[in-house]
């Protein structure tokens, strides 16, 4: 048999990995792996696959970056002629980026059969991207692999067949217990973009750091809230020095904006270029906490028992709340927030079900048997 697994921007990556590596144990099933080049940057895509092993990409579409619809379209025009000269049995898909659901719309169209990784999560908030390419990629999907109990209820509530679905953990996990122990050889002093010279983490880590991401448009695209949100962040870095490796569309606004020099004054908040998986992996699991946006990053401190404060009325991710260390919270709130856990009053909480490393092998026997 023969299988597509696609990936595209850098939240797939951690995923295709350690599906890419277990598929080398079943030579039975021919992996093909497309790159749609919805992520281009070495710092976004190419150290990815350095780091975690993943071999090259067979395809690369090479789309880059543009609205929504001339991505999308540029993926499926790439895709559909890869589908034609491939024949595969399956293309399988991951996570909710625009590269996710042109993929499945174009194999969908050709009869090939569909497999979604990381099916029926749910924010409910259709102003979100990714909650439209999730609704997409589940509603033509063939099968479907879950992360968590409540994503299974989500597909057996938009009547997906109980037989399609399969629960089987977390494939981030599987990365982040592959990867814990190299990680924490992984240099910890990176240049300052907000100010000249470097930060040495290991300088920051007696006293403690908490550790930045914001990238979701909702938060980082209007003049507005991203200077509110910059203010924030330089009142919370008064308290407890801030880490941001900042996303190249967050760093490309608050120069369009006019806030560099703002978010400059503030002398313990960091700012740092996007980083590789060991060094941000290393950063996190030393860090007293994260600010995030991210949809990643509220299941990686999940499982690593670390507080996140999630700045977002919703998450697609809800396991995190009800058994992890993760909390929603308003813009208004991330002060308080903040000084609870300076306080040693974070959340902590449990590692949910089959959040365990082993996700991969189960996912590829359930392959084996389609
Ligand atoms: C995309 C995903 C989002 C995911 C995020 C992780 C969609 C709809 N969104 O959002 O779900 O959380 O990736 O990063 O698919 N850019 C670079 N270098 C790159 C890639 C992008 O500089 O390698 C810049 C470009 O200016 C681009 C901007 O970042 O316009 C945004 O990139 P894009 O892929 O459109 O969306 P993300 O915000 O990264």
Redesign the pocket.
């Known amino acids: 048999k023969k299988i597509i697994l696609v990936c595209g921007?850098?939240?797939n990556f951690m995923k295709i990995a350690p599906l890419m590596h277990e598929l080398k144990n079943h030579p039975q099933l021919e992996a093909v792996l497309v790159h749609t080049g919805?992520?281009?940057?070495t710092q976004?895509?190419g150290r990815f696959f350095e780091e975690l092993g993943i071999p090259a990409p067979n395809i690369n579409l090479e789309v880059g970056?543009a609205s929504?619809a001339q991505?999308t379209a540029r993926i499926m025009t790439g895709f559909e002629k890869v589908c034609l000269d491939e024949i595969p049995d399956f293309v399988l898909v991951v996570g909710?980026?625009?590269?996710t659901a042109a993929c499945v719309l174009v194999a969908a169209k050709l009869n090939i059969k569909t497999i979604h990784y990381e099916a029926g999560l749910r924010s409910n908030d259709r102003t979100m991207?990714?909650e439209i390419?999730r609704l997409v990629t589940d509603s033509i999907s063939d099968y479907f692999f879950t992360t968590s109990a409540d994503a299974d209820e989500n597909l057996l509530k938009e009547n997906v067949a109980q037989e399609k679905i399969f629960m089987v953990g977390n494939l981030m996990i599987d990365t982040l217990e592959a990867n814990l122990a190299k990680a924490a050889g992984a240099p910890q002093v990176f240049g300052l973009l907000n100010k000249p010279g470097k930060i040495d983490i290991n300088d920051l880590s007696a006293s403690g750091y908490g550790v930045m991401t914001f990238?979701r448009p909702s938060n980082v695209d209007e003049k507005a809230s991203l200077e509110r949100l910059v203010n924030i962040w330089g009142a919370v870095s008064q308290q407890i020095p801030l880490v941001f490796p900042i996303?190249?569309?967050t760093y490309?606004n608050i120069q369009q904006f006019g806030l560099l020099e703002t978010i400059s004054s503030f002398p313990n908040l960091y700012l740092i270029e996007p980083l590789g998986y060991l060094e941000f992996i290393h950063l996190v699991s030393r860090a007293k906490f994260a600010l995030t946006d991210?949809?990643g990053i509220q299941e990686e401190t999940t499982h690593l028992n670390i507080p996140c404060l999630t700045v977002r009325p919703n998450t697609e991710r809800p396991v995190t709340v009800w058994e992890g260390s993760n909390k929603l919270i308003k813009i208004d709130d991330i002060e308080a927030e903040a000084a609870a856990i300076v306080r040693g009053e974070g959340k902590t909480g449990n590692n949910p079900k089959y959040w365990d490393g082993k996700t991969a092998q189960r996912i590829v026997a359930i392959l084996e048997t389609l």
């Open positions: 921007a850098r939240p919805q992520h281009y940057d976004m895509s970056s929504h991505q909710d980026v625009n590269s991207p990714e390419n990238h996303h190249p569309r490309k991210s949809g």
